[in-house]
């Protein structure tokens, strides 16, 4: 199976005033095509940083991020945003939704940035994400318009359609009841199962580790273990 993300030696170093802040000590991890990988760990452990690094929103102090590939601290800005905007999808804890924006022109936003597709196939393609999200009909809508778990489909569909390879989910189910987180994980399952789109999330739920197929934790910076989650787990998730 090729990698599309390979970390070796991550350091990832904060300078508080004149305090040093390590937030990553030294972190390899190799993911797979076609992974649904979660990232568990205590907060303060690393999880939302190790994932800004592979996302190419901040980049190591120290050691090497590959994605796709491409060592992204050899990168021009253009070719990070370009990395970023093609073979990336981000699903933030916070939704990061424009209040103005309806949910089709939302969702159509980075199709709009890529400059490859008109407007008819824009619109296809986001109402066929809106679609698989289960939010037929719901296009016109402003995301204040929406519940918390309506709000996460679109930054789903936002992050999907763009066909990436990669979608980086940082507590994708941190602001949802537990009904909903639910709903939200079997669909990116499914995504990842249909599309065969990789996955890597952060999370410390135990119920959302269990949906993984490979669970590495990190305490204190440092990956402290890596594999399957337990039998017992993914029995309990179903």
């Given at each position: 199976m090729a990698s599309i993300v390979s970390v070796r030696g991550a350091v990832k170093?904060?300078?508080?005033?004149?305090?040093?802040?390590?937030?990553?000590?030294?972190?390899?991890?190799?993911?797979g095509e076609?992974?649904?990988?979660?990232?568990?760990?205590?907060?303060?452990?690393?999880k939302t940083t190790l994932l800004n690094l592979i996302g190419?929103?901040?980049?190591?102090?120290?050691?090497?991020?590959?994605?796709?590939g491409r060592d992204t601290a050899k990168l021009s800005e253009r070719a990070l945003t370009d990395l970023r905007l093609n073979t990336i999808?981000?699903?933030?804890?916070?939704f990061n939704l424009v209040s103005v924006l309806s949910v089709l022109q939302n969702v159509?936003?980075?199709?709009?940035?890529?400059?490859r597709l008109n407007g008819r196939q824009r619109r296809e393609r986001v109402e066929h994400l809106?679609?698989?999200?289960?939010?037929?009909?719901?296009?016109?809508?402003?995301?204040?318009e929406l519940s918390g778990g309506q709000r996460q489909r679109v930054a789903i569909a936002r992050a999907l359609v763009t066909g990436p390879k990669l979608v980086l989910a940082d507590?994708?189910?941190?602001?949802?009841?537990?009904?909903?987180?639910?709903?939200?994980?079997?669909?990116m399952q499914e995504l990842n199962r249909t599309e065969r789109t990789t996955f890597i999330f952060s999370t410390h739920d135990a119920k959302v580790m269990a949906h993984a197929t490979t669970i590495v934790r990190l305490a204190d910076g440092k990956v402290v273990d890596?594999?399957?989650?337990?039998?017992?787990a993914v029995a309990g998730a179903h």
């Open positions: 170093e904060y300078h508080l005033g004149d305090v040093l802040v390590p937030a990553l000590r030294g972190v390899d991890l190799e993911v076609g992974e649904f990988l979660s990232i568990a760990g205590p907060s303060g452990s690393g190419c929103v901040d980049t190591a102090t120290r050691g090497v991020v590959k994605v796709d999808g981000f699903i933030f804890q916070s159509e936003l980075p199709l709009l940035l890529q400059h809106l679609e698989q999200v289960g939010l037929k009909g719901y296009g016109a809508h402003r995301p204040a507590e994708p189910t941190a602001n949802l009841d537990s009904v909903t987180g639910e709903h939200i994980l079997n669909l890596a594999g399957a989650p337990p039998a017992q």
